[in-house]
């Protein structure tokens, strides 16, 4: 099984702040990495796919990097809407999902 | 609206069965790879399972190979997950997902979820 490993768990930080998001890969896993973003109660939202293409109607504040075994989501000016916890995942073989990794307000 | 809609969860007991399922509605349902996605309330995603767009064929994460079947009617676009033998470590919020139509596909739609409760 391919594991996938985020960092890091949990990431305080401002609105207007600059933040990445590390996901590491067992293996190599090419570009088939994910990004999703969940809140509370709700079912998780795809932003990224493909390592770096963006969702439609995903802000073009979140990007995506990498390949091979690491990656990493970029959120360039955070909103208070993106306090959040964030999944990669991979799909090369079936779709294991990082541990998240939650975006709180500093 | 295109959306996924899933129902059937609630309390079992361990060893006992439970029926989900996840009706589909605003897409070309039976042209899609579809897959289940579950979720200890606080914790992380797990991948449970997958099905063809036709349902010939499935695949099950290890935690529960042998104890789920994962099925689809697509006349009635609605997807099944039928699982047996139930254990605590079940105990999940179980999703629905449609996969993207590309070479490989992340998960482009998922339902709201619906809560399974494994105890005694």
């Known amino acids: 099984d391919i594991q996938m490993t985020q960092s890091p768990s949990t990431l305080s930080a401002s609105v207007g702040d600059r933040v990445t998001i590390t996901c590491r890969a067992s293996?190599?896993?090419?570009?088939?990495l994910a990004w999703y973003q969940q809140k509370p109660g709700k079912a998780p939202k795809l932003l990224i796919y493909?390592?770096?293409s963006l969702e439609s109607g995903v802000p073009s504040r979140f990007s995506g990097s990498g390949s091979g075994t690491e990656f990493t989501l970029t959120i360039s000016g955070l909103r208070p809407d993106d306090f959040a916890t964030y999944y990669c995942?991979?799909?090369?073989?079936?779709?294991?999902f990082g541990q998240g990794t939650k975006v709180e307000i500093k | 609206e295109v959306q996924l809609v899933e129902s059937g969860g609630g309390l079992v007991q361990p060893g006992g069965s439970l029926r989900l399922s996840c009706a589909a509605s605003g897409f070309t349902f039976s042209t899609y790879w579809m897959h289940w996605v579950r979720q200890v309330p606080g914790k992380g995603l797990e991948w449970v399972s997958r099905?063809?767009?036709?349902?010939?064929?499935?695949t099950y994460a290890g935690s529960v190979m042998g104890r789920f079947t994962f099925s689809r009617d697509n006349a009635k676009t609605t997807l099944y997950l039928q699982m047996s033998s139930l254990r605590a470590e079940d105990t999940a919020v179980y999703y629905c997902?449609?996969?993207?139509?590309?070479?490989?596909?992340?998960?482009?739609?998922w339902g709201q979820g619906t809560m399974v409760f494994v105890s005694s």
């Open positions: 493909k390592a770096s």
């Open positions: 099905i063809n767009p036709d349902g010939s064929a499935t």
């Open positions: 293996q190599s896993i090419s570009d088939w």
């Open positions: 995942q991979q799909y090369d073989r079936f779709g294991s």
């Open positions: 997902a449609r996969e993207q139509q590309l070479r490989r596909g992340a998960f482009d739609l």
